[in-house]
């Protein structure tokens, strides 16, 4: 910006306009280039019938007003130095009848969307608990209710698991909805996924949520899909507005112009500005392209400084334990479900008249594995629609994953999926062929996947390019699952592994977890000398099936 000489008449003071907000007032003697340096400061606005600019109280703002050399009020330099620089310094919050701790940096994150009076976009990097924090939020602001979630169907199943894990709620005080005919509603907290907000959309006008926690807000990106349509509607008398969102910002600006807006408008209120100054707009001889960044610097800065908190896990390690376990349930595929319940109670019938009292002896027994195998395949197959879905969003996030699996099936149909930046290690792999596909993991950063068989690929190789992991089936021993796992979890990794198990809801699957974690096995056994063989795993999932 170009300087211009000091005048007392040209002044920045602290001040309110119509929002309630603070702001600077800036005023100053008609000068075609002042106006020009101050059209280049974000969230700048005329307001012609006071004949007064004002522009957020900012870094940005208060750098470029310096430069100019405009008279700078003791109070607004105060109220800077006080509210906005230091705005890092956030406080930890007490949150009563929260049922399981914060880390720090999580307490912290309730503690910016408390300030924000409850509009605020948590844009922490994938794995570091977004909804643990807004679900704390709203324990912290109990009588804010009902409250709406929306989010992508393959996760609201697990908003709901996590609501009752830290609010302690149950079915009656949580819904999930489901299908796009709508009927009454009746829980104080309502999840419903992008897909059906349009065709519900009347009857969530009417159900007068106080407050509403957009999960992945990047989905409303497209001005033009009914989606966003219905949320712009949906959120016009909703005071409080929760964003959450792990893709890098500043990456795809453009993305984020609508998350941007439904929380404060005065950040940026000129989409054709924003678009010029942040999405390295371009015009391709056939239009304009926004999908580009740039001043990505100077972006980041002003969304910290008013609607953003963004925390990496380099930034947080220090509060993280090593490995990060998160159980996911996925719903299995509706056409799938009775297949999934004829075989289970193939099985129930098969245990009760084959292996009767002597179930505990004959556990081990090669036709036991068999009939639970068999009830293994259905439930991968009935998840995987939406595991694919759980990848794909996840990998919009710009990070690696890894994920192990047991059955060839499994594997064909993700490298089928996602083919183009995957590599896969499975029984048929060559020693040869076994280390490219790891190399390229490792070192080629188009290649986002790798894709396990947990027989062939759980041990002997390195795979630090990651720092999650996901495992869509679970071996029978604690011993495989912990060897797997360190495949990301070796030395050279220089971040928190995040590992999350994807289990079909209600299912053997869960079962096979339950039996793996309730005593701890999968942290403790192999350390303290009491690895469980695959034979007493077996014979403890049959017992559960006896209760």
Known sequence: MKKIRSSRARSARLGRYKSGEYTIKVTFPYDPEDVIAIKEIPGRKWHPEAKVWTVPVSTIAMKALEDLKFDIHPLLRKYYEEEIKDADQLQEINIRGLKKPLYKYQNKGVSFIERNNGRALVADEMGLGKTVQAIAWLQLRARIRPVLIVCPAVVKLNWAREINNFMGFGENQVEIVSGKTPYLLSGDIVIINYDLVDSWLQVLLEYGFKAIILDESQAIKNNKAKRTKAIKKLVKPIAHRICLS??????????????????????????????KRYCDRKHNGFGWTYQGAS????????????????????????????????????????????EYEEAENNFIYWMENRMGKAAADRAANAQALTEIEILK????????????????????????????????????????????????????????????????????????????????AGVGITLTASSNVAFLEL?????????????????????????????????????????????????????????????????????????
């Not at 990505?296 to 400084?305: A, D, F, G, H």
């Not at 919009?396 to 590599?423: C, I, N, P, T, W």
């Not at 793996?516 to 690895?531: I, N, P, Y």
């Open 246 to 275: 792990g893709t890098p910002i500043i990456n795809r600006p453009i993305e984020f112009y609508n998350t941007i807006q439904l929380l404060d408008r005065n950040v940026f209120p000129n989409w054709f500005e924003f678009t």
């Open 295 to 338: 001043n990505t610097e100077e972006l980041n800065q002003v969304l910290k400084e008013s609607i953003m908190i963004r925390r990496t896990k380099k930034q947080v390690l220090k509060d993280l334990p090593d490995k990060i376990r998160s159980f996911f349930p996925l719903e299995m595929d509706p056409n799938m479900i009775s």
């Open 377 to 456: 395949q259905v439930a991968v197959a009935a998840k995987l629609p939406n595991a694919i879905d759980w990848i794909t969003d996840f990998l919009d996030s710009d990070e690696k994953l890894v994920v192990f699996y047991s059955h060839r099936f499994v594997g064909d149909a993700l490298m089928k999926q996602f083919g183009k930046v995957a590599v896969k290690i499975d029984g048929s792999v060559t020693a040869n062929k076994r280390q490219e596909a790891v190399d390229r993991f490792q070192q080629d950063p188009k290649i986002r996947l790798f894709l396990g068989n947990i027989k062939a």
């Open 475 to 547: 071996p029978w021993t604690p011993g495989e699952l912990v060897q797997a796992e360190d495949r990301v979890h070796r030395i050279g990794q220089k971040a928190a592994v995040n590992i999350y198990y994807l289990l079909a809801e209600n299912t053997v699957e869960e079962r096979i977890a339950r039996v793996l974690d309730e005593k701890r096995k999968v942290l403790t056994s192999v350390l303290d000398g009491e690895a469980p063989d695959e034979n007493s795993l077996i014979m403890e999932l049959i017992e559960s099936y006896s209760l």
